[in-house]
């Protein structure tokens, strides 16, 4: 039987600053780049969109990205109890079903949220919250997967925010040449989280964990993430030369070369490389998202 004690800390609401660190702020920033893609992208003006604009960066952002963050800790607080048993769950500075109700009240008010910003935020935002628990919770638990767990990681982190915030700014559907452009990245983003996994391919082998470092080996892995993160992106400057977006194109070639000419340092130790690749490779890589979003939009009204 439960002591007085313990049934008073279950029950207690956790302190703020825990719920913070439950939602990993840290996390916020790749999807908020991609909704200020996304913004850029549509070549509207933000002089009247700005309240929808902050309702975007709320939803990309501390929402359904904080979110997606307090799902995973919870479904994962029995292995994180043996890896990282300092997060909030595991730790019981978050207890009982805490956690839980924390993901599902994120989940309403994400939802009660994008509602405010249009149909096609809403739609977006169904889908990202849907992918979340996809991810994490069982039956799926899509993470299990080197192919589907990175694939809807990139999906939501770059494609759907990118999407938003196209919509938010538009109002409407974003045209042909932004849903294949964030399409595209949201490919080559499935590269960046197979290395993301790197760091953790010894407990994944030992939790079943089907990543492709666990599978392949770091170095095939290797191999695979950088053809494809850079296959969506030499996609992108040949569209945007067809399109004549001349400048863009040029950027963005840029950059993928720039990335070409540091793989083969990540490839030789890729275990040893990954976190300097994700400091200059990766970021060349959000660079040439905002050079391409300004090529889509025209850089009007900016």
Not at 290 to 302: H, K, M, P, Q, T
Request: a positive charge.
């Amino acid at each position: 039987m439960s002591t007085p004690a313990l049934s008073t800390a279950k029950n207690r609401p956790p302190a703020a600053r825990d719920v913070l660190e439950l939602l990993k702020p840290i996390t916020w920033f790749p999807p908020m780049w991609a909704f200020m893609c996304g913004c850029i992208s549509s070549g509207e003006s933000l002089a009247e969109r700005w309240p929808f604009v902050i309702v975007g960066i709320l939803l990309t952002g501390p929402l359904v990205c904080g979110n997606s963050q307090a799902i995973n800790d919870w479904f994962d607080r029995h292995v994180d109890a043996i890896n990282q048993p300092e997060r909030p769950i595991p730790s019981g500075r978050i207890a009982g079903q805490w956690g839980l109700w924390i993901a599902i009240g994120g989940t309403l008010l994400s939802l009660a949220v994008s509602l405010i910003a249009g149909y096609w935020v809403f739609a977006a935002t169904c889908l990202g919250i849907a992918c979340a628990w996809a991810y994490s919770a069982p039956p799926l638990r899509l993470k299990m997967s080197g192919i589907w767990g990175p694939g809807v990681v990139g999906l939501t982190y770059e494609g759907l925010t990118w999407f938003t915030g196209a919509a938010v700014m538009a109002g409407t559907l974003p045209r042909a040449e932004i849903l294949i452009v964030l399409l595209l990245y949201s490919l080559g983003a499935h590269g960046i989280m197979t290395l993301n996994d790197f760091k953790a391919v010894e407990g994944d082998r030992k939790m079943g964990v089907r990543s492709l470092p666990a599978m392949l080996g770091v170095d095939r892995a290797a191999q695979i993430a950088c053809v494809v993160m850079a296959l969506p992106q030499a996609l992108v400057v040949l569209l945007l030369v067809n399109w004549g977006h001349g400048l863009a194109a040029l950027i963005v070639g840029a950059l993928v070369v720039a990335q070409l000419a540091l793989m083969p340092r990540l490839l030789s130790n890729p275990l040893k490389y990954t976190p300097w690749y994700n400091a200059t490779g990766t970021s060349l890589y959000v660079f040439g998202m905002l050079a391409a979003a300004f090529g889509l939009g025209g850089a009007v009204g900016l």
